[in-house]
């Protein structure tokens, strides 16, 4: 019973993961800011040149956040605006098709507008974590280890080895709970959730709808949602900052070609 329930959830998560490239309902796969507070830069080629975002800035994939102290940024994945994933304080974060790399820091992730198949993954130097229309929270300590809070609907994880590579068997995380996995792939103990560990995540939704995307307390409104702003001049003119200023972006390599924008088949 016990093997027939593994092969199972691996079954599960090949299907998830063989589903992240139509991660909206509209198949039009649409990245971009639409919220801003505090220190947020954006290398938009991964190669070295931050700039400093505006709302409605389209990322394009490869694209690289980073959030300072007491900062966050908000950024859609669909073009509806229902599929969100804040970028908290202190966080470094890659873009990609339906999927967040997080070396470091925490993210919270409310999806609502997934198509039926499709999945969003949030991957961590010990762990991919996987959903399907639902919320979740993920922290990166320091040392790697990531801890998993699920919040609404199931999360899926795939403990990953120091290579990025899977190790040990997939499981399901059900809401109201969290785990962590540690170097490795050493998985923890499964525990409910304390009153505190969804006081983010409320705050985040919370906020949802309730004011213009960018304009809530304590938020930068730098433009429009819809900016035609050009990355071009923004990476010549005054946002343009001095990585050598930072070590972080040693944590990320240039890409050999040119990314497109994310746009889905």
Do not use: H
């Not at 389209?58 to 969100?84: P, Q, R, Y």
């Not at 702003?229 to 972080?248: L, N, S």
């Amino acid at each position: 019973m016990k093997k027939s329930f593994m092969l199972f959830i691996s079954a599960a998560f090949i299907f998830l993961c063989a589903g992240m490239s139509e991660a909206s309902v509209d198949n039009i796969y649409e990245v971009a800011i639409v919220s801003i507070a505090g220190d947020v830069q954006v290398d938009t080629n991964a190669d070295g040149t931050w700039i400093r975002p505006w709302v409605g800035l389209k990322l394009m994939e490869d694209a690289v956040i980073k959030t300072g102290e007491g900062s966050t940024t908000d950024i859609v994945f669909d073009a509806e605006g229902l599929n969100i994933v804040r970028v908290q304080e202190n966080s470094l974060t890659t873009v990609k098709s339906a999927l967040l790399e997080l070396p470091e820091g925490n993210v919270l992730v409310n999806f609502a507008n997934l198509k039926p198949g499709s999945s969003f993954t949030v991957r961590t130097p010990t762990a991919a974590c996987a959903i399907r229309g639902s919320a979740m929270g993920v922290m990166v300590a320091p040392d790697g280890t990531t801890t998993v809070v699920m919040i609404l609907d199931n999360g899926y994880i795939q403990p990953l080895d120091a290579d990025g590579n899977p190790v040990g068997e997939p499981f399901v995380l059900p809401p109201g709970n969290k785990i962590q996995i540690g170097e490795g792939g050493d998985v923890g103990g499964m525990e409910g959730l304390d009153p505190g560990d969804t006081d983010d995540y409320d705050d985040f939704v919370g906020g949802l709808g309730a004011t213009p995307p960018g304009t809530p307390d304590g938020t930068e409104d730098t433009g429009d949602f819809v900016d035609t702003k050009d990355v071009d001049d923004a990476r010549e003119d005054d946002t343009r900052i001095d990585v050598e200023d930072d070590d972080d972006s040693s944590q990320i390599s240039p890409t050999e070609e040119s990314p497109s924008y994310i746009i889905g088949e």
